[in-house]
């Protein structure tokens, strides 16, 4: 069982550069990923990425994460990539994932949907957050049914929404793929409270 989304390919290293752009800017960088093998399947892994800018005299910290995993589950903590959901979850928040049985998979999920997870400037605007729940379950190697639903927060266009949706297979094998894919939303905005419901349903056919 694995955390897929945000992994990195490169493991155990560090690295750091030093940038200067054409208009005199300068940025030192630093990158690391740390994983450790606890044995009976159990993985621990730290990933991290720092820009500390000279010229402003200030730190950005992003794409920094803590990742436990089991045979079981898997826990993250920090920077969420989150995958499987009918709008992008990319954010600051926990992640937390349980198989119920080797093909059936449930994760819960909360973000803050700023992709910085710390940064010393005083000028950042509060984008709002994310709630989320997923069930997966694998009918075969590259086929599954999946529902979500996601609660989103957006306090740059003022609105908040709650989003669900459902997928299945109906046809498939090695030449025809036929899909259902059904969903339900309602929308408000923030301040004046005026809620719009929405609905969709498609046949994804290849």
Do not use: C
């Not at 940038?19 to 960088?29: A, D, I, V």
Request: charged fraction near 15%; proline fraction near 3%.
């Amino acid at each position: 069982m694995a955390y897929l989304p945000g992994s990195n390919t490169y493991k155990n290293y560090i690295e750091l550069q030093f940038n200067r752009s054409n208009q005199g800017n300068e940025f030192t960088q630093l990158r690391s990923n740390f994983e450790r093998k606890l044995g009976s399947g159990k993985i621990m892994e730290f990933n991290t990425t720092a820009d500390y800018f000279i010229n402003y005299r200030f730190l950005n910290l992003y794409d920094t994460w803590l990742r436990f995993e089991t045979p079981k589950t898997a826990a993250r903590l920090g920077n969420i990539n989150a995958q499987g959901y009918d709008m992008n979850i990319s954010g600051r928040g926990a992640l937390f994932q349980y198989k119920i049985t080797p093909r059936t998979l449930v994760e819960l999920l909360g973000t803050h949907n700023n992709f910085l997870l710390y940064s010393s400037s005083t000028h950042l605007a509060d984008p709002g957050y994310s709630i989320g729940t997923r069930m997966d379950h694998r009918i075969s190697d590259t086929k599954s049914i999946n529902t979500s639903y996601i609660f989103n927060r957006n306090n740059f266009t003022g609105v908040q929404s709650h989003l669900v949706t459902a997928t299945a297979p109906l046809v498939f094998d090695s030449i025809h793929s036929l899909s259902i894919e059904a969903g339900g939303s309602t929308s408000e905005g923030i301040h004046q409270g005026k809620k719009r419901p929405g609905a969709h349903w498609a046949f994804p056919i290849a």
